[in-house]
C-alpha cells in the first residue's frame, strides 16, 4: 500500500502526490514510481498543471496495471487539483490532451462530457499555431484563479435569486442554470466586478459556438477574430492576465500573418498562443520577440517562440 505526504510542498510533485491520493480513493495502489519531467516547451508552458497530472496518472495506473476510461482519466486528474493542489479549475484542459485529434478542433460540452472533433477542412487556408512563452513559470495555485471562480458563481447565485429561481439543488452547475435573458434583465443589479465575470462567461459560451461554426466552415480568419474576442474578454471582464500575457496579447493583435490568439489558460504566467500564416513565420516571430523584449529586457534568455502543429492526445 502506497502512502503520500498529505502536506502539499508547492512544487511540481504536488501534482503526483495529488493524484496518486485521488487514483488511490478508488483503486488500491501497491507500487509507486520515479520520473523525470521532460518537453520540447518550458514547464511553465501550455496547460502545464494539467498535462503532468494526467502522465503522473496514466503512468501510476500502468505500473498499477489499472485501465482507467478517457473520462476517468480527466475526472480523477481534475479532482487532484481542486482537491489537493487548492485550484478550482474546470475539466477543459484536462479533456484537451485526453480527446484531442491532429488536425481537428475538439468542440467540448462539459456539461455532459459529450464531445465533437471537427476535421479541418481542405479549403481553410494554411495555418500554424505560434507559442510565445513569456519567461515566467505559470502557477495558479495561489493566483487570482480562484477569486474569479468564486466572484462568477456570486454572480449566478444572485441572479437566481432576483429571478426567484431556487439555487439549491444546483450544485457546481451554477451557471448553466440561469438563461441568458435572466442575465440580461438583472444584470445591473450586479456589483461591478460580478457582472463582469458573467458578462464574460456569457459571450465567452457564445464565441465557443460561433468558433465551432466557423471552423466547419473553413474560416480561419472568423475563428482568429473570435479568438481575440476572447483574449480581450479574459483580461478586461474576466480580469485576468499577467502584465508579460497582456503585452504579448496586444503585440500579437497588431502583428500582421497571426489570425488570432490569447493567453494559455488564465494567463497569471505561462503562454500565449496563437495561429498564424506560415507565409509570415519569420516576420512575426521577428516583431513580436523584438517588442516583448524591449518591454521587458529581464526576460531576454527566459522568452522563447516557437512553432507547432496539432497532435493527437496523450500517449504513453
Known sequence: ML???????????DYLR???????????????????????????????????????????????????????????????????????SGKLDQSCEMYSKKDHLLYLDTKDDTYELIPTKSTMKPYEIAIFFSGVERTLAGSKFNMRVDECRSAAYALMAYAGMEYGK???????????????????????????????????????????????????EEYGRLSFQSGNS???????????????????????GIYGGRFSGAGFKGCCMALIDPAYRESIIEKVSKEYLKQFPALEGKYMATICHSADGLKL
Not at 174 to 180: H, L
Not at 188 to 211: C, F, I, S
Not at 239 to 252: A, H, N
Request: with cysteine; glycine share 8%; charged share 20%.
Open 18 to 88: 495529488g493524484v496518486t491520493i485521488a487514483l488511490a480513493q478508488r483503486y488500491t495502489l501497491s507500487t509507486g514510481l520515479c520520473g523525470v519531467i521532460e518537453g520540447t516547451l518550458p514547464i511553465g508552458g501550455l496547460s502545464s498543471s494539467a498535462a503532468v497530472c494526467l502522465v503522473y496518472l496514466s503512468a501510476l495506473c500502468k505500473v498499477n496495471s489499472i485501465k482507467l476510461t478517457p473520462l476517468e482519466m480527466i475526472t480523477i486528474a481534475m479532482a487532484s487539483e481542486n482537491n489537493y493542489v487548492g485550484v478550482n
Open 234 to 256: 479574459s483580461i478586461y471582464n474576466w480580469e485576468t492576465g499577467s502584465p508579460e500575457l497582456k503585452s504579448l496579447y496586444d503585440i500579437m493583435t497588431r502583428t500582421d
Open 170 to 220: 444546483f450544485g457546481e452547475t451554477y451557471f448553466r442554470m440561469v438563461p441568458r435573458d435572466v442575465y440580461d434583465t438583472y444584470k445591473d443589479r450586479l456589483p461591478d466586478n460580478w457582472r463582469k465575470r458573467a458578462e464574460h462567461w456569457y459571450t465567452e459560451q457564445e464565441r465557443v459556438m460561433a468558433g465551432a461554426e466557423a471552423w466547419r466552415k473553413g474560416d480561419i
Open 3 to 13: 502512502t503520500v505526504q498529505n502536506r502539499k510542498q508547492n512544487d511540481w510533485a
